[in-house]
């Protein structure tokens, strides 16, 4: 029998990666349901997550020796030997931009913070910085702050590091008043159904990285096998795009060029 294939996670970052909730009678991380959405795509791999979420803390202090802490273990000294992860997802940012940190600084440290698992061989899915539910004569400032930081997220290229542009897959504006009251807990928590819908994105977006990642380490007659009838409309597709929950994920040929 062939060994298992196994993928081993990182989810690195604040409150929001570790799932603060109800001022902090709750904790529900969103790696929970990301692993049932990477199981379902997946079924016969070994799926295992590590959840290094600090509330309160902050990109430009905290997150670089935390980061350096989930690789203290010596580097490989051979290249078939593999770093203690496959994949690191890191969200941060939302503190920072609270206490009125420049966004450039912001996103410097994040750099930085990536750097340390990809010198390790690791694969990092950076995750933007989700909208608070804020009012009054800051707003504007936060909101500018934010979406500077974001485009300096979105605008990064580096091997082996990759974006998901999680502000706008949960975007405030477009949420109802009901589904605000379901998945906001307070001006930037979630409640843990708001965290299980992170989870639900992030999890399809990192099924799409490694389906295409797989499919690119194939070669190029055994691609086209895989995806015949590539043009097929799936009926899953056929629901409300704007949808923000959706328990499946339909990858293409098209879809990965």
């Not at 529900?28 to 791999?45: C, E, G, N, S």
């Not at 309160?56 to 997150?63: Q, S």
């Not at 490694?210 to 799936?234: C, E, G, H, S, Y």
Request: with cysteine; glycine share 8%.
């Amino acid at each position: 029998m062939a060994a298992r294939q196994k993928l081993r996670i990182l989810c690195f970052g604040d409150s929001l990666t570790a799932g603060y909730s109800y001022l902090g009678s709750v904790y529900h991380p969103y790696d929970t349901k990301m692993v049932q959405m990477l199981a379902m795509a997946f079924p016969d791999w070994d799926i295992t997550t590590v959840e290094r979420g600090k509330p309160g803390d902050v990109v430009k202090t905290g997150f670089l020796t935390r980061m350096q802490e989930c690789y203290t273990v010596p580097p490989p000294k051979h290249k078939d030997e593999k770093p203690p992860f496959d994949w690191a997802i890191v969200l941060g940012g939302t503190n920072d931009l609270a206490f009125g940190i420049p966004p450039q600084e912001i996103f410097k440290k994040l750099t930085e913070v990536w750097d340390v698992a990809l010198r390790r061989g690791c694969k990092i899915l950076a995750l933007t910085v989700p909208d608070v539910v804020s009012e009054g004569r800051t707003k504007g400032r936060a909101d500018a702050d934010r979406k500077v930081l974001n485009e300096l997220i979105m605008g990064y290229k580096k091997p082996d590091l990759h974006v998901y542009d999680l502000h706008d897959a949960i975007s405030l504006t477009k949420m109802s008043p009901a589904d605000r009251t379901r998945y906001r807990d307070d001006q930037i928590h979630f409640t843990p159904d708001g965290y299980d819908l992170i989870g639900n994105k992030v999890g399809m977006a990192l099924v799409s990285l490694l389906v295409k990642q797989r499919v690119a380490d194939l070669p190029p007659a055994k691609r086209r096998r895989i995806f015949k009838n590539d043009d097929k409309l799936f009926e899953e597709e056929t629901g409300n795009p704007e949808s923000l929950e959706g328990g499946y994920v339909v990858v293409r040929r098209t879809d990965l060029d």
